[in-house]
């Protein structure tokens, strides 16, 4: 379900114009792109427009969807140019129609992504709209760094000027040292819905192989090249377990090099492709383990996920992780790049179903006690109404 004033706001672009706005409610105008391709900012677009947001105020979505692979977020061409143009555009002429007194933004947090997004931050920081800003990754003060001075000189002086600035933990919160204030900042962890709406019910290991689970694009900073390697590990020493790598491929490179490495050992190392929402499903609850060593994370939806269909999770400590999946309770924590630590964390899961089991359950528990999209809903509105109220 997408929110009454996204739609509005479609049906208005489609004709060629500035979304009207109606009702008395605060105008709120979220910049966002929607799926697909699916990636975590797009589905966290999704998620919003369909919530009750739009009973509490009056949306108008600026929809920044690009169409095409996942393997170009990020990148300079001139389509992505053109665009950007096309979107800055769309967005002045919301600020000025619509006039919302608070604007949404999520923000990159890499060069040409952050370019973009300076069409947004800039008109919004000099207009009389209050601004939020989103980090959906954890990279944000290594990217500050590294950038020319100009760039760097555009992202402060934009970002000083937002009313709050939102991150998913508390280990996120130094990478906006120098630029946000820490009075600024709010903790709103992510939330996904509950798609199975109880504890799913799986065969005994005994009756079929050990099945991990990778979920997410193909890309080396994923871990997908790391988990293979760990693969092949376990299957060489006979563990009776197949892996499955599912999603889109964000890096061919990456991709082509995982297959010559699983080719030797057939169909116990599969990757089926992108996986929509029913197929989604159904690898969750076939799965038995889920694995994503991530070199770089933020809070990924698809570990949440994984904790409602109430798999134990093997992944990394990066970003918010550590405070979401408790190590030893409902999964198991490693560093990025530790092929033989993420080796040993699942040899131990694949040999122990009664330690797959009780850590399953403790992941769902945990995941319906914080973890809900009801709860992070919530969390974003509340941010919202304070600024709105200050």
Known sequence: MIATGEIRAGRERARGRPPRVRTGRPVVAVVGPLPPPVHGCSVFTRLLLGSRIAEEF????????????????????????????RHGAAFARVLVAARPQLVYIPVAQNTWGFMRDALFLAPAALSRSRMVVHFHGEGFGTFRRGVNPVLRMVADGTLRRARAAIVQ????????????????????????????????????????????????????????????????????????????????????????EAALRARPYGERIRFPGVADEARKHALLERADIFALPSHSEAHPLVVLEAMSAGLPVVTTRRGAIPE????GETGLLTQPRDTAGLTAALRR???????????????????????????WIDGMIAVFRSVLDE
């Open 58 to 85: 009056e949306v108008v979505h600026v929809d920044i969807t690009d169409p095409r692979d996942v393997d170009n977020i990020g990148r300079f061409d001139f389509g992505n140019v053109r665009l950007a143009a």
């Open 349 to 375: 899961l694949v040999a122990d179903p009664a330690l797959r089991a009780r850590m399953g359950v403790a992941a769902r528990n945990r995941y319906l006690e914080g973890y809900t999209v009801e709860r």
């Open 169 to 256: 933990g508390e280990a996120l919160i130094p990478m906006l040292d120098g630029v946000v204030g820490r009075d600024r900042v709010r903790l709103v962890p992510n939330g996904v819905p509950d798609a199975f709406g109880r504890m799913p019910g799986r065969p005994a290991s005994a009756e079929r192989r050990v099945c991990v689970l990778f979920l997410a694009n193909l890309s080396p900073a994923k871990g997908c090249l790391d988990l293979v390697d760990a693969a092949t590990r376990l299957l060489d020493e006979g563990a009776d377990v197949e892996f499955v790598f599912a999603g889109g491929v964000a890096d061919a490179a990456a991709r082509a």
């Open 324 to 327: 979401t999946v408790v190590d």
